[in-house]
């Protein structure tokens, strides 16, 4: 899920389109997937920054959804006092600018990659089309249109009444807003702490949703996507929505401004739906257009009982639950697998 991130920023290349490069694979990043270059040991301070540089500063989707967050926030629809009291007149924008925000984050992605067919097999992962014939595993007889119920009816509202309770708690004072001036230091880096915590909280969330009776009753309806694309990101059981959009409500406690609530909220939602959409990144005009990869998260959805975070911290690698892509990673991964289901 979101906000997986890049394993290799900048390496996609174009190289070897038409043929695939493993037995497994159409096209995978060098491996192995690596973590954010926080955790790098020894540390790489050029090697940190330049990675800093290029992820959150340069056009990539966490700066698009932190420009986003700073429109919104600051110009579209600022917390205002009025919130303190929940009405229609608020609410209402909340919801509609969630869905459509998420149509065309989502909507756009697949138009590109599954609509038009925008780049082939460019950068693709999974060496198997994207399933658009009619399966009688999905509602209504098709992934897309299963996807997409599940991320309207239950992904993008539930967010939406998080960001209302946010709002409400921000106006009425019981969040403390900071401003810029009043902590610098502390308004830029809760950026990436938000990033971090948000890893953190999925790799949890995650990990009990795999636990038998979780996932054969929730999580199951998002594993149905082996073959993932953008609309499979938010599309959740509702229970699994609330678990995963939580990490959001982290700051009812956090002294922070709104525009640092809707990065995070942004992050969660549409950075789901690029890092579902099966390619490394969108390839135009002979030159990569922007980077979406997630690498690792597809890892998941190939082989399950791994890489239930995000390459943003390593808690797979911390907790033994890492799959770096390699072969031998994958038949260590069975055989838990095997073990898990003998118990
Ligand atoms: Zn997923
Ligand atoms: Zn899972």
């Known amino acids: 899920m979101p906000s997986e991130q890049k394993s290799q920023p900048n390496a996609a290349s174009p190289t070897r389109q038409d043929a695939p490069m493993s037995k497994e694979w159409h096209w995978h990043p060098v ?11 020894p540390p790489n301070f050029k090697g940190l920054i ?9 056009f990539s989707d966490r700066s698009i959804f932190l420009i986003l967050a700073f429109i919104v926030a600051f110009w579209l629809q600022p917390v205002s006092s009025a919130q303190a009291d ?66 309207l009816v239950y992904g993008a509202p539930i967010l939406s009444v998080f960001e209302c309770v946010l709002r409400w708690s921000y106006a009425s004072g019981h969040t403390t807003t900071i401003q810029f001036v009043d902590a610098p230091l502390w308004f830029i880096l809760l950026f990436p702490l938000l990033a971090l915590w948000q890893s953190l909280h999925f790799y949890l969330v995650h990990l009990l949703l795999h636990q038998p009776i979780l ?6 309806v998002h594993h149905r996507n ?7 990101g938010m599309s959740m059981h509702p229970v699994e929505a609330c678990g995963y959009l939580s990490a959001v409500l982290i700051l009812l406690i956090v002294p922070s401004h709104p525009v640092h609530m809707l990065f995070l909220a942004y992050w969660l939602m549409l950075g789901a739906a690029s890092s ?16 979406l990869g997630a690498f690792f998260h597809q890892l998941h959805h190939r082989y399950y009982e791994c890489n239930y975070g995000n390459a943003e911290m390593p808690w797979d690698r911390w907790f033994g639950t890492y799959h770096d892509g390699s072969e031998k990673a994958t038949k260590h991964i069975r055989e838990r697998k095997r073990a898990m289901h003998a118990k």
């Open 86 to 151: 929940i009405t229609i007149d608020w609410v209402l924008p909340v919801f509609l600018r969630n869905w459509i925000l998420l149509t065309l984050v989502a909507g756009g992605l697949h138009l590109w990659f599954y609509g038009i067919d925008g780049q082939g097999k460019l950068l693709k992962y999974d060496p198997r089309p994207y399933l658009k014939r009619r399966n009688a595993l999905f509602k209504f007889g098709y992934q897309t249109w299963d996807n997409m119920f599940y991320s």
């Open 31 to 41: 491996l192995p997937v690596r973590f954010a270059p926080y955790w790098h040991w």
């Open 50 to 58: 330049r990675w800093c540089w290029q992820n959150w500063l340069q």
């Open 215 to 220: 996932y054969r009753h929730v999580h199951s």
């Open 276 to 291: 579902h959409s099966g390619y490394e990144a969108i390839w135009a005009k002979d030159r990569q257009a922007l980077l």
């Open 226 to 232: 082996v073959n993932t694309g953008p609309w499979s």
